[in-house]
């Protein structure tokens, strides 16, 4: 039974009195009756009820004879439960003692009025299961006598026991404290001498609540702290140092402050509630001993629900039922016969019978008069809305139109809300809304009262955050806050969170989590409180997040575990799942996807999307891939199509990077670009920036630089015009690749003397990209520090391949400003020892060969320089800078320390510069041996072509041996056969070198004379 319901029990077009208005003999029956009467049943005709009412009450004081006091009384009794709100209690008690009297007892008047009064009765009951309200019974009450220990010293420790004899303590009437006027037991002494007070309360369970209590309320009014146990267990705790059950010393001053202007409400569970004799204890505690104030005041109460509450409704129903049946039978075929058929329907409403009350409705419905047919039309309108029929509803309820406060009253105005609101028409929902609350005084009325959280909800989910915290803010209540009152709490931190006031909203949550009993009101609000949780961590710093990630999370699985429904617990799963991914611990949430995913129903896909990204997120990218693949195939048509394509591709990228095979990283990079594609080619898709963006990417790695250029040199200038700070920060690293890629194809061209001019073209684009993302505040300072180092380089490698004197000295001034910042800023990390060997170059470049080598010269000696990756390689620059000063020793020793750190990749060339170094200090024999080494050994091919080289240029055309002829032989050979694998500089130096040993008549053997020219051949 919904609450909707409720007002089935307020018809709005009943005849008020109209059995008194047509007795058998109508005219003369009115013309006997008293001046007051006559004026009371005409102002009802005209439908004036609220003067009909007060004719009545004032008949009633002057004390007519007992026939006719009887029958005002009734009459008055009618004209009540036509109003908005009628005392029904005291209804019923009128009821019984007029059905008393002999000549009213079988009368179709109170048979009517005393069914209708069952009906409405059994309609309150009806709601209040639904609504999940318990009843309240007091154990403890404000105001009772405790017994109390003043914490001057610490009590006994059995304190808190049921069978404690406190009866040495004091005994005073609550609140007690000092300093606000507002305490029953006034503690004058406290002040400065002690911080606590103890107190005790007996009580005996009453019988009625024995077994059926659910839970407790404990409501407290504190300043500033408080332990409220029960029998020794505690129920809870505020601004007191310590965990639950954690025992606080008496000298101990509260952590926290705390008002008492107001009573605080907790909803404690009823374990350490016992039959018979019971004990409440309270331990409070003062901010500081010298403070101004100091108050404790509790109550406990018991919530036990009815144990049938649907059977005593259902009593109520039968006898309603009864008394309208009777009634009809009273009135004889006419209209109050009909009238109470419709009353007799409402019944079958309110026990569920929507089949059987729909029929009869119908079956009278063209037997009724004007009046009530408005009121069956009603009636029917409800039958459909409950059954989810709305646009029937609203063509039944068009009928009554015009619409107005007068004309059609409360309940229909709310349900034609109601309708609207289903229908998604929320401005005409909120219209009808308005219309309800438009009525001064009202406030307290049950559709009122919904109307007002309904609008509320309207107005939040159109926006207007803050015209439904206007409207849905509440003061504080004295009394036991109604689930009602809770929900109109919640969807207030509702508005509240839509206006930014994050804070303020979870604290409302939280009080509605605390005091509420309906698990799902309950778990509702934990969620909200969450949800609270997880934004304000969104905007907080790093010294906030923890706490923040821990309270998100706790607020969630406790929502979780009330188990309030499958809907709303997978609703507060996939918050709990995403709010763990954002907390970066994504092993915890795979475990909460799964559970989610095995549970089925509409939170399937939901489920399985959010076990993708959790299996993305510890890095299963082979699991990953695998279901994203399935979801593509289970959900072809869902609107996640794109997001899925874009899952699946940055699984297929991820995995190729981390792959130890070529084979396979090339086949999961060409299947990422192929999905990237077919993401971007999806409609719905929101990241096609950040699509397009991880698409370079993976051209790039496939080697397919100009595509991948092209791709990313888009994503840059779209990222430059983007608002979106999400999506700039996604493809904040598209310059910094660009500006690598243009790096790389810099340097190969670089090495070429043929391709200097392309090479600088290349590196100053590199330069531009790679500035640009070292000034992009939202990439990772580390990723940053590396485009610095980059750009340096870039600088550096710019300045080797331009003559012009005036540009070279800017930007080798420019890489050495770089470069230096990079060194001193990370000091001993890799990046700025990268640094320091690329600085040294600079000088080299600004003929600082000494200054070169003062910052070489680490290497071989300091931490962490001689045992970083570029140790070997700097050593190297150290042996070429200090042979260009003529230091062949030093150079030497550089060399052999750089043998003993190289890589196989860079040991070649370390022998290279020896060989060389030999060659120059004369030493030509032994430098020929360990070119020819080289020349034979299993080295690329351009590590033997320099060998090559050198080998020939220390020749003589006059005394070629037989090494030489060979090595001459094998030269063009490896012109001819593998040329591609040499750069056109070195490829041009060989050709040069063959030619001036060819000029000089050179003979290079049979195999070669046999094919003419060696010049001529290549």
Known sequence: MTRPLCCLAHPFAIAACLVLLAPAAPRAAEQTLPALLSRAISSARQGDLASSRKHLKTFLVTKPKSAMNSRARLAWLAVALESADPDLDEALKLCLFLGERADLKDSFELLYCRGLVYQRLAARELVKHASGEPEFHPLVEPGADWRYFKGVAAPPADWKAPGFDASGWLEGKAGFGYGDEDDATELADMQGKYPSVFLRRDFQLPGAVAGKADVLLLRVRFDDGFIACLNGLELARANVPGRRGEVVPHDVTANGQNEADQWEDYIVGSESLRSGRNTLTIQAHNYTLPSSDF??????????????????????????????????????????????????????????????????????????????????????????????????????????????????????????GRVHQGLGELREAEAFYRLVLGGAGEEKLEHVAVARLALGAVLIELGENAKAEKLLEEPRRESPPTTRHLFGRLLYGVSLVGGGKVATARSSFLVVARVALDKELRSLALFWAGRCSVLRWEKSGSWMRKNLSTVAVEYLDRGLSLKSGASLDGRIAVELGEALLRFDRPAEAEKVWRRLRASGGGAGMTAAYGLLVSLQGTGNHSQAIELARELLKLYPASSDHGALLQRLGDSLLLDGISAPASNVRRERFGSAATVYARALASPGVDSRLTIRFRRGVALLLLGEFQA?????????????????????????????????????????????????????????????????????TEAPSELRTRAELAHGY????????????????????????????????????????????????????????????????????????????????????????????????????????????????????????????????????????????LYQGPYETRVRGLAALELLRLESSHQVGGRARKILRETILLLAAEGEGLDAELRADLLLEIVRLEAAGVHFGKSAAAQGSPVASL
């Not at 009273?330 to 026990?351: D, F, K, T, W």
């Not at 996604?730 to 790096?743: M, N, S």
């Not at 043929?754 to 000034?775: D, M, W």
């Not at 540009?807 to 001193?824: F, M, V």
């Open 708 to 776: 991948a250029r092209e791709l990313l040199s888009g994503v840059v200038k779209s990222a430059a015009q983007s608002s979106d700070a999400v999506v700039r920060s996604q493809t904040a690293f598209a310059a910094g690749l660009l500006g690598r890629l243009y790096l790389i194809e810099g340097e190969q061209a670089a090495a070429d003397a043929f391709s200097s001019a392309k090479a600088v073209e290349n590196l100053e684009k590199a330069g531009k990209y790679l500035e640009e993302f070292r000034l992009n």
């Open 794 to 933: 870039s600088l550096r490698l710019r300045a080797g391949l331009i003559a012009d004197p005036m540009k070279k000295k800017k930007l080798l001034a420019e890489a050495r400003g770089l470069l230096s910042i990079t060194a001193r800023r990370l000091e001993y990390k890799p990046a700025a020892v990268r640094a320091s060997l690329e600085l040294a170059r600079v000088h080299a470049l600004s003929a600082g060969r000494a200054q070169a080598v003062s910052r070489l010269t680490v290497f071989t000696t300091r931490s962490p320089w001689k045992e970083s990756t570029v140790a070997a390689e700097a050593l190297l620059e150290l042996a070429r800078q200090q042979a260009g000063l003529g230091r062949f020793p030093q150079a030497l020793a550089a060399l052999d320390a750089a043998a003993a750190r190289a890589l196989p990749s860079l040991l070649a060339q370390v022998k290279l510069e020896r060989a060389r170094l030999k060659a120059r200090q004369g030493e030509t024999g032994v430098a020929r041996l360990s070119l020819a080494t």
């Open 295 to 416: 108050s404790i005041e509790a109550s406990l109460a018991a919530a036990a629900r009815s144990e049938n509450p649907v059977a005593e409704a259902s009593g109520l129903l039968a006898k309603a039922a009864a008394d309208l049946g009777a009634a009809g039978k009273a009135a004889g075929p006419g209209s109050l016969q009909l009238q109470a058929a419709v009353e007799l329907a409402v019944i079958r409403l309110l026990a569920g019978e929507l089949d059987d009350a729909e029929r009869e409705l119908l079956e009278v419905e063209r037997q009724l008069g004007q009046g009530l047919k408005a009121r069956l039309v009603y009636l029917r309108a409800w039958i459909a809305f409950r059954r989810g029929r709305l646009l029937e509803a609203g063509r039944l309820l068009a009928r009554l139109a015009p619409f107005s406060r007068e004309r059609s009253g409360h309940g229909v105005l709310y349900l034609l």
